[in-house]
């Protein structure tokens, strides 16, 4: 009998994946695959206002350049270390909405969907890290990558397989609920 991890499992073990990532390609059909999933996600009025920008294989370095745009020519060296070794990346766009109340509203569904996309990354072995660098509020980046003025970035994935020995020795806690909760 082959043992299945419960969703509270995979809750707990799942970690953002930083570094260690193995030179494994991430293909944008498993990405889409797991997206399929992921967009079943808590979304007031099933307004679904995410889309997304897939960055892998001869794409990567345009990408990377375009984020060396919004930086110092001294800086750029450090700031392309920290992505060349990233095998993909997932931009995740939302619609903003100029209604505070929609737009929260979709933000909280934006938000939501991500973590079910990471969820069921983890579960494929699938590391993932959520990023929101200054640059996705630049507008040469936004540019770069064809945002139009009325969309967000909520942010860029890292995305890769990834060494699980690494992942294995963080120290993870989570403050006990009960510490934060009180009784009306």
């Known amino acids: 009998m082959i043992a299945t991890k419960s969703i509270a499992d995979v809750i707990k073990e799942r970690t953002s994946v930083k570094t260690g990532y193995l030179d494994k390609e991430v293909s944008q059909e498993l990405i889409l695959s797991l997206l399929n999933d992921a967009v079943w996600a808590p979304t007031h009025g099933v307004r679904e206002p995410w889309r997304f920008?897939?960055?892998?294989?001869?794409?990567?370095?345009?990408?990377?350049?375009?984020?060396?745009?919004?930086?110092?020519?001294?800086?750029?060296?450090?700031?392309?270390?920290?992505?060349?070794?990233?095998?993909?990346?997932?931009?995740?766009?939302?619609?903003?909405?100029?209604?505070?109340?929609?737009?929260?509203e979709d933000f909280a569904a934006t938000s939501c969907m991500l973590q079910n996309l990471q969820l069921l990354a983890w579960d494929q072995d699938l590391g993932m890290v959520w990023k929101t660098p200054a640059h996705i509020y630049d507008p040469k980046f936004r540019a770069a990558l064809g945002v139009e003025r009325g969309e967000k970035i909520v942010g860029v994935l890292n995305v890769g397989y990834f060494d699980k020995e690494i992942a294995a020795k963080k120290v993870r806690k989570r403050t006990n609920p009960a510490e934060k909760m009180t009784a009306f």
Do not use: Y
């Open 53 to 104: 920008i897939f960055v892998s294989g001869e794409r990567k370095e345009a990408f990377i350049e375009a984020i060396l745009q919004c930086h110092e020519m001294s800086k750029h060296e450090t700031v392309r270390n920290k992505f060349v070794d990233v095998p993909a990346f997932l931009v995740v766009v939302m619609n903003e909405d100029p209604r505070q109340k929609v737009w929260e």
